[in-house]
């Protein structure tokens, strides 16, 4: 009986020892557990600081799920349309959808800007990804977005008045006027070319016109002396209307061109990389003859 | 074959192959293209010997005028009547566009198909320049100008690069020397300059039975090629550069039949072979030796002064050019609405003139550059110009060679003694 009472208290003391020490290593855990979630705790504010401040690229549109792409409400006739039934076409627009299909993206197509500038307004906003609207780079705009690799390279070019230059240049060769022209000189308003027309003839009157159409109304009405923009244009207004070849010439500079280039966001660095892998592999490259040649162009 | 090639090259028959070529030319028959190459041969046989007979002939002139004591006085006449003779063509190729312009007014749809067919003729812009030129690279050759560009350097790559004008500057400075030598030494060699100079005639007179194709083959393929539609969208400038060329051509005939005291219609019929050699050929120097004859033996001109004249005219003096260059001035100035005023018009002949000066020793459309220098005082677009000018040039080309065979053909009648051409009254009851 006494001898079972010693094995019966010996065993009680052990199951005590036992029971204690699982609640030790129960304890143990548990702080490593809050120490564990205090550590968490204290890290992700920053992370999620880190995210929110990390620059926009591709990863953020792949996220998205969509690529912004901001484009002239008007039309350029052989880049880009709209069709009748409220599409766009053109090849600016097939390059971007190649790019959204390879970033396995939709486009977004913000097609509200009034202007070449504000097409790069929409960038530099913000508000697109990227910009296409045979938009020129230029100095004043590489300050606010970042350009891809040139698609085209158009030499700048002047449609004159020939009378008034061949006027003005007196028995000299109409190069010696145009090269340091002072008349009127008809560009489009918020274009690349008003920054053009101002570095390369600081001795002409610049006059901005809302568009296009506007310009070459402003030429033939003698309300300006020449209109100031990229060879295919030029050429295509005289394509376009055959009886202006009389009383209007063409000049081309060969050494100031037009780069075409897609505006991309400031911070955009892969997409950029991206954009200008693409357009190196385009298949169906832009040329100035296969422009003019294009059905959309006339 | 003297009879052979003279009974082929009879005004009928020259006349009936321009008709012919021109009725092939319009119906625009598919083979004429394969005529070009016979034409091109054709030309290639004539320029063969023109050379070697500018080398004899003008040595022989400059010694027929040296000798016989008169060379100075018939020299003098030439240039006058020459002064005479240009003042008299720049009056009317003045005159005459200038009032078919005024009385065809110019409306707008004349204006829209000509400027439909610069701009299907013209690939690319206007004008092609530099912003900044001192950046630009310059890749043009240094050409000699001036003076320095008739003087006979090196009369072996004159003669091999076809450089008229030099080749017969050097013969007319080597036939004095050969003169004067003769003189001191007694040494002559003129007897074999006079047989090549037979030589070289009886070349062409072979190569004269091939008038007939040559024609054929060198009208008809231009005309087929330009078409109708162009002749009518230019039609204010084809109706006075062709006004005017009719009469000029009328001119010479007129004028060697006073002076020779000969029926207009057998003068007609000599010059008619030297003018159908140049509608074929397009140059004025190729006709040189035919017009010699024509002038000496048919006609019965005195050949000193024909000697004398008639290389370095038809190699200097080019009246068609003249003609051209102030109709398509006056033409431009039409187009882009430039009145002219007298003054105008005087200065678009003096420039006109001085601009045929620079056409010398060039051909083809490379020939139409100097115009520029007409144009441009004026305020009017050698680029609207050229490309207009380039178009109705295989023409227009045909005809500016007429003039300049006819027009330079009176001047040594005109310079010559009054002589009555027994051969040729002889011969002309025969027409």
């Known amino acids: ?298 | 074959m003297l009879a052979l090639s003279k009974a082929i090259n009879r005004p009928s028959v020259s006349i009936s192959a321009v008709v012919f070529a021109i009725w092939l030319g319009v119906m625009n028959f598919s083979f004429l293209e394969y005529l070009q190459p016979l034409g091109d041969m054709y030309v290639g046989l004539m320029q063969m010997c023109v050379l070697p007979f500018l080398l004899a002939t003008i040595p022989l002139a400059m010694r027929s005028a040296l000798t016989s004591g008169t060379g100075g006085k018939i020299m003098a006449r030439i240039v006058i009547w020459l002064i005479v003779t240009i003042a008299v063509v720049s009056i009317i190729a003045i005159l005459v566009p200038r009032t078919i312009f005024s009385v065809m007014p110019l409306d707008q749809s004349v204006s829209s198909r000509i400027g439909a067919l610069f701009g299907a003729s013209a690939d690319g812009v206007d004008i092609e320049m530099a912003l900044n030129p001192d950046l630009a690279v310059s890749t043009g050759s240094q050409q000699t100008s001036g003076l320095l560009a008739f003087i006979p350097t090196n009369i072996f790559a004159a003669l091999s690069s076809n450089d008229s004008l030099r080749v017969i500057i050097f013969a007319a400075i080597f036939g004095a020397g050969m003169v004067v030598s003769e003189r001191r030494s007694g040494i002559s060699v003129f007897g074999a300059l006079k047989h090549i100079q037979a030589v070289c005639i009886m070349i062409f007179e072979w190569f004269n039975l091939l008038v007939p194709m040559g024609i054929i083959a060198l009208v008809a393929p231009p005309i087929a090629h330009l078409g109708p539609d162009v002749y009518a969208v230019l039609a204010p400038f084809v109706y006075a550069f062709f006004a005017t060329s009719v009469l000029l051509l009328i001119l010479p005939i007129i004028v060697i039949s006073l002076r020779l005291r000969l029926v207009p219609a057998f003068v007609f019929g000599r010059i008619l072979n030297p003018l159908t050699l140049a509608i074929a050929t397009r140059n004025a120097l190729i006709c040189a030796p035919v017009a010699l004859e024509t002038l000496k033996d048919e006609i019965g001109t005195s050949p000193e002064p024909c000697d004398l004249f008639i290389p370095m005219g038809f190699a200097v003096i080019r009246f068609g050019n003249i003609v051209h260059f102030a109709t398509a001035t006056l033409f431009i100035g039409y187009l882009m609405g430039r009145p002219f005023s007298v003054l105008d018009l005087v200065l678009v002949a003096a420039l006109s003139i001085m601009a045929s000066f620079a056409t010398i020793g060039v051909a083809g459309v490379a020939g139409l550059a100097p115009i520029t220098a007409v144009l441009r005082p004026f305020g009017l677009s050698y680029e609207l110009a050229l490309p207009l000018l380039v178009i109705v040039d295989p023409i227009a080309g045909m005809i500016r060679a007429m003039l300049n065979v006819a027009l330079n053909m009176p001047i040594p009648v005109l310079a010559s003694r009054r002589r009555v051409a027994e051969v040729a009254m002889v011969a002309a009851p025969a027409e």
């Not at chain 1, 158009?154 to 145009?178: C, H, K, M, S, Y």
């Open chain 1, 1 to 298: 009986m006494c001898l079972n009472g010693y094995f019966a208290a010996a065993s009680c003391g052990f199951l005590k020892w036992r029971a204690r020490s699982i609640a030790l290593r129960i304890c143990w855990l548990f702080a490593l557990a809050l120490i564990l979630l205090g550590i968490t705790a204290a890290i992700s504010p920053s992370r999620s600081q880190e995210l929110i401040q990390r620059p926009k690229d591709t990863e953020a549109i792949i996220a998205r799920g969509t690529i912004r792409v901001a484009i002239t409400k008007f039309d350029l006739p052989a880049f880009h349309w709209h069709t009748s039934n409220g599409g766009l076409r053109g090849p600016e627009i097939e390059l971007v959808r190649r790019i959204g299909r390879l970033l396995k993206v939709g486009v977004e197509f913000i097609d509200d800007c009034p202007t070449f500038d504000s097409v790069i307004d929409a960038v530099d906003s913000g508000r697109a990804d990227i910009g296409v609207s045979k938009l020129s780079q230029s100095p004043s705009r590489i300050l606010h977005v970042r350009f891809s690799e040139p698609y085209l390279v158009l030499r700048q070019a002047f449609l004159f008045n020939r009378a008034t230059i061949g006027t003005q240049a007196g028995g000299r060769p109409p190069e010696d006027v145009l090269r340091t022209f002072n008349g009127a000189i008809g560009v489009i308003a918020k274009s690349a070319y008003v920054g053009f027309a101002e570095r390369n003839f600081p001795d002409a009157q610049i006059v901005e016109m809302q568009t296009w159409e506007d310009s070459i109304e402003a030429l033939v009405n003698n309300r300006v002396d020449v209109l100031y923009r990229d060879e295919f244009e030029i050429r295509r207004v005289l394509k376009s209307n055959p009886a202006l070849n009389v009383r209007f010439g063409s000049a081309a500079f060969t050494d100031d061109k037009s780069y075409l280039s897609f505006a991309i966001c400031a911070s955009c660095v892969r997409l950029q990389q991206f954009i200008n892998y693409q357009i190196a592999d385009n298949r169906v490259p832009f040329t100035l003859s296969g422009l003019l040649a294009s059905q959309a162009a006339n």
